[in-house]
């Protein structure tokens, strides 16, 4: 099984940005995709960014134009740019990643909290 380790949460303020960080302990051929999910208190997880191994991305409404999915292929590793952060932002952002016959992936989760 892959392994995903993630980093870069922190605190920051409104208007501010992060960037998060997610290593995975191998490449397989049998990758489809890669993304980022957030869970807030008391909300269920949702689907933040996805990219796909051929490079297309999707977004949330909510972080469309401000969150940032890419992949740096050579390092197994994917990352979250995120500009203009709000409250509702915050939240537990976990990196996934889903295969061809493989149970998914999940990183241990980093927690993300934007101040006012």
């Known amino acids: 099984q892959v392994q995903l380790v993630e980093s870069g949460g922190g605190l920051v303020q409104a208007g501010g940005s992060l960037k998060l960080s997610c290593a995975a302990s191998?490449?397989?051929?049998?990758?489809?995709?890669m993304a980022w999910y957030r869970q807030a208190p008391g909300k269920q997880r949702e689907l933040v960014a996805l990219?796909?191994?051929?490079?297309?991305?999707k977004y949330a409404d909510s972080v469309k134009g401000r969150f940032t999915i890419s992949r740096d292929n050579g390092k197994n590793t994917v990352y979250l740019q995120m500009n203009s952060l709000r409250p509702d932002d915050t939240a537990v952002y976990y990196c996934?990643?889903?295969?061809?016959?493989?149970?998914?992936?999940w990183g241990q989760g980093t927690q993300v909290t934007v101040s006012s």
């Open positions: 191998e490449t397989t051929f049998s990758l489809k995709s």
């Open positions: 990219i796909y191994t051929g490079g297309s991305t």
């Open positions: 996934n990643a889903e295969f061809i016959l493989l149970a998914p992936s």
